[in-house]
C-alpha cells in the first residue's frame, strides 16, 4: 500500500516481482499502474501473486474513484475467506456516475477463487477488461453496473453465477473474442440492457442459458 500510495503523488507505476505477497485490500490512487508478469495457466497463478489475507476486507484491489487506473499481469487470488460473505478480488463501488470516465483498463489478470465477484464494477463509465482469466468465483466472473466497456480476449471460467453478468443499468459494452465456460447460472446474462456489441464470443457448458437478453 505504500508503494501504491507514493506512486500516487507522482503517477507513476508499482511494479510487482515475480513471488506471492500476502496483502490486506489494497486502494488504488486516479492515474496509478499496478503491474507484474502475466504468467499463469489455466488453473494455477503464477508470476507475481498477490493474496489476500484479511478476513474483514470487501476485496482485494479497490479501484474506486481511481480514475485512469491500469492494473497489469498480476494474478489475485483469496486467502481463507468466510463463505457467507461475497469479498471481490476486483472492484469499483461509486455511489454515483459522476462527471468524468473511469477510463479502468485490466490487463493480462488472473482473478481467482473469491466468494465474490472476480471483477465487479459498480456504476463504471468506460472500461475494459482484456487478456484475463476469471476462474472459479463465488459470484460472477465480471460483474458490470454501467457502460461504455470493451470486454475482449478473456476467459470467464468455473463461476457460480454468469461468466458476464449485468444485472442493474448497463448499456453500450462491447463483448468479443471471450471464452465463456462452466458457469453455472449462464454465460452472458443481461437484464435491461441496450446496445451491445457481442460478436465471436465461445460459450461452452453453461448451467443455464448461454446468452440471456433479460428485461
Not at 476486507?57 to 489475485?76: D, K, P
Not at 468506460?126 to 480476449?153: A, T
Request: aromatic share 8%; glycine share 14%; proline share 3%.
Amino acid at each position: 500500500q505504500k508503494a501504491l500510495d507514493a506512486a500516487a503523488a507522482c503517477n507513476g507505476t508499482v511494479l510487482v516481482p515475480p513471488g506471492l505477497y500476502l496483502c490486506g485490500e489494497l486502494r488504488m490512487a486516479a492515474g496509478v499502474c499496478i503491474t507484474g508478469f502475466p504468467v499463469w495457466s489455466y488453473r494455477d497463478n503464477r508470476g507475481a501473486v498477490l493474496r489476500l489475507q484479511d478476513p474483514a476486507a470487501t476485496c482485494l484491489l479497490n479501484l474506486t474513484g481511481a480514475y485512469g487506473a491500469a492494473v497489469q499481469g498480476l494474478c489475485l487470488e483469496a486467502g481463507e475467506l468466510e463463505a457467507d460473505r461475497p469479498v471481490h478480488g476486483i472492484l469499483v463501488d461509486k455511489p454515483d456516475y459522476g462527471r468524468e470516465e473511469d477510463a479502468l483498463r485490466i490487463d493480462g489478470c488472473r482473478v481467482a477463487q473469491f466468494t465474490g465477484d472476480g471483477i465487479r464494477l459498480e456504476r463504471v463509465w468506460c472500461f475494459s477488461v482484456r487478456h484475463s482469466q476469471c476462474y472459479g468465483n463465488g459470484g460472477c466472473g465480471l460483474r458490470v453496473r454501467g457502460w461504455d466497456g470493451f470486454v475482449l480476449d478473456n476467459w470467464f471460467s468455473g463461476n457460480r453465477m454468469a461468466g458476464f453478468g449485468a444485472y442493474d443499468e448497463n448499456a453500450s459494452n462491447t463483448l468479443t473474442g471471450n471464452r465463456i465456460e462452466w458457469n453455472r447460472q449462464g454465460g452472458i446474462v443481461i437484464h435491461g440492457g441496450s446496445h451491445y456489441n457481442i460478436t465471436g464470443n465461445y460459450i461452452d457448458r453453461s448451467g443455464r442459458s448461454g446468452i440471456a437478453l433479460l428485461p
